[in-house]
């Protein structure tokens, strides 16, 4: 298992450049994309001015085709329920030694921790250009 959480697929954006550009080289496909992600270029721009959408989902699939494109850690991972820090990941580096206590049940798994942004937007270009 390797989690890609929002702070790794926030990294990558889709400006709106980007999308009229697939729209114009892809046809139908192209301009499908964007109409879907309208509403989420909205949402973004009106929210934080943002001139884009952040490709969460389609990080998570390019993940699984194109592993080469993000940075990875592995560790025992925890989601915080409570507190300030509830909803944040923890991840406890493999092979760090700490004294008998809460991660001692936890499997090692993977997570992302960085993404070469250009790459996957080209990777996601070349797929629907195809």
Do not use: N
Request: proline share 4%.
């Amino acid at each position: 298992m390797t989690i890609t959480g929002l702070d790794v697929t926030q990294e990558t954006v889709m400006s709106d450049e980007f999308v009229s550009d697939l729209a114009s080289v892809t046809g139908d496909d192209g301009r499908f994309i964007r109409e879907v992600s309208a509403h989420y270029q909205k949402f973004h721009k009106d929210s934080i001015g943002l001139d884009g959408f952040y490709v969460h989902d389609s990080s998570a699939v390019a993940f699984a085709l194109r592993p080469d494109l993000f940075e990875t850690e592995k560790g025992p991972i925890r989601v915080v329920t409570d507190g300030i820090a509830k909803g944040q990941t923890i991840l406890r580096p493999a092979g760090r030694k700490f004294p008998p206590g809460a991660w001692d049940d936890r499997q090692v798994q993977s997570i992302c921790v960085g993404v070469d942004s250009a790459s996957l937007l080209d990777f996601y270009r070349d797929t629907i250009v195809g």
